[in-house]
């Protein structure tokens, strides 16, 4: 995309406040922002914000690789991890509690949400499963390796399914935003 697509503005705030707002909103207090190698932007655009933050020092490496450092950053004591994707920041509040919720009722299940037969992002991982990067796997992986794991969850957020890769992307986001 050429520019870091966290800190792309939609109306008042960034892409990745967007993201720790609705986080926030659904009750999640023990957040990690994982950054790349250079990305000091992002850690000054979200300071004050509450969140710890902790580098990926590997460039261009796998989503995995930035779950790892996550993961090892995050608190220990966690059951289950919400992976979030700051591409993805038109995901609402009330999407993520419902994820968490249906976490809740079969704990030890991923939770994937799905907008019109098409899955997206945040999932909610049982640490057990997520720790499973730390062998090599990815997510995709993870999810693949036992599908009776595995809980698909009907959203009607079309947040989850809308990413900024390309300017199209964003400009595609910027048009539902202001509509929506």
């Given at each position: 995309m050429g520019r870091l697509k966290q800190l792309l503005p939609l109306a008042d705030k960034s892409a990745i406040?967007?993201?720790?707002?609705?986080?926030?909103?659904a009750g999640i207090q023990d957040i990690t922002v994982v950054i790349g190698p250079?990305?000091?932007?992002?850690?000054?655009?979200?300071?004050g914000s509450p969140v710890r933050i902790t580098v990926n020092g590997k460039?261009?490496?796998?989503?995995?690789?930035?779950?790892?450092?996550?993961?090892?950053a995050a608190a220990a004591a966690c059951s289950a991890f919400l992976i979030c994707?700051?591409?993805h920041p038109l995901v609402s509040a009330?999407?993520?509690?419902?994820?968490?919720e249906a976490y809740d009722r079969r704990p030890g299940l991923i939770v994937i949400p799905v907008y019109h037969g098409r899955r997206g992002h945040p999932c909610v991982f049982p640490a057990d499963a997520v720790m499973k990067v730390?062998?090599?796997?990815?997510?995709?992986?993870?999810?693949?390796?036992?599908?009776?794991?595995?809980?698909?969850?009907?959203?009607?957020?079309?947040?989850?399914?809308?990413?900024?890769?390309?300017?199209?992307d964003y400009r595609v986001m910027l048009e539902k935003f202001t509509h929506d």
């Open positions: 406040h967007h993201c720790i707002d609705a986080i926030v909103a250079g990305h000091e932007e992002i850690r000054k655009a979200v300071n460039a261009g490496s796998e989503m995995a690789e930035s779950v790892r450092v996550g993961l090892a994707l700051a591409d009330a999407t993520i509690r419902t994820l968490i730390f062998s090599g796997m990815n997510l995709r992986e993870i999810v693949s390796a036992d599908p009776s794991r595995v809980e698909y969850v009907e959203v009607d957020d079309e947040g989850v399914v809308l990413d900024m890769d390309t300017e199209e």
